[in-house]
């Protein structure tokens, strides 16, 4: 079976301050990695993917991502955190592609991700 | 440029109403997707339209929940007999036939009392 972890609830940071924002997964074959940001009342905007090639994704806002396949990890990194990427964080997975090419989406739970003045 | 939109974003019911949530999703997108999302979770699959076609529905947590896609575009997810536990935001999703990135709307919130 596909799934996500996200093994922190929340992670802390001081503005300035590197973040790293943690994620596993388990699927078969290649896995498709997403991660999104949920601020407040609004929906999921996508931040970046793995799909193949380069381990190190770049995306928006400044964050980047490393796919780990030894580890099956895929973490979210920001050299420096500004108060205004305080916010939820969700990593996802495409599930596998089945006879009607379904391409849904596995989803963590989701770290709260608080960076302090 | 339009992004998913949907209609309305927060909805309150009596339990035992209808409803119906609607998405617009971005134009000339082919799949659209329905994702549940309780509150402190991660969203929930529900359904999955490629054009008209529902090719997946396995999510739908019971026969109460019903979703359509008539002519490609618009989706309605309708929800019968609505009880307590389907309080929840309502995630509408669309991705283009070139790329795996799905496009999310701003959802809407379901209350039900």
């Known amino acids: 079976a596909q799934s996500v972890a996200q093994p922190e609830d929340q992670v802390n940071v001081a503005e300035g301050n590197p973040l790293t924002v943690k994620c596993t997964y388990s699927?078969?074959?290649?896995?498709?990695l997403f991660w999104y940001v949920q601020y407040p009342n609004r929906g999921l905007q996508f931040l970046l993917k793995?799909?193949?090639?380069d381990n190190l994704v770049k995306g928006s806002y400044g964050f980047e991502a490393e796919f780990n396949k030894s580890q099956t990890s895929f973490h979210l990194k920001k050299p420096s955190a500004l108060v205004s990427d305080s916010a939820l964080y969700f990593c996802?997975?495409?599930?596998?592609?089945?006879?009607?090419?379904?391409?849904?989406?596995?989803w963590g739970l989701g770290t709260s991700l608080a960076v302090n003045p | 440029g339009a992004g998913v939109s949907q209609s309305p974003r927060y909805k309150v019911a009596k339990r035992g109403q209808d409803v119906a949530l609607r998405c617009d999703p971005i134009?000339?997108?082919?799949?659209l997707f329905w994702y549940q999302q309780a509150l402190g979770q991660g969203p929930e699959f529900l359904t999955y339209?490629?054009?008209?076609?529902?090719?997946?529905k396995s999510g739908l947590p019971s026969d109460r929940f019903f979703a359509e896609r008539p002519e490609g575009s618009v989706s309605t997810l309708k929800i019968q007999r609505t009880q307590q536990e389907d309080s929840a935001v309502y995630l509408c999703?669309?991705?283009?036939?070139?790329?795996?990135?799905?496009?999310f709307g701003p959802g809407t919130r379901l209350t039900v009392l």
């Open positions: 996802a997975v495409r599930g596998l592609i089945n006879a009607g090419n379904n391409r849904k989406l596995i």
């Open positions: 699927v078969s074959g290649n896995p498709y």
């Open positions: 793995y799909i193949t090639g």
């Open positions: 134009s000339g997108h082919v799949s």
């Open positions: 339209f490629q054009n008209e076609a529902q090719l997946d």
């Open positions: 999703a669309s991705t283009g036939a070139s790329t795996d990135t799905q496009y």
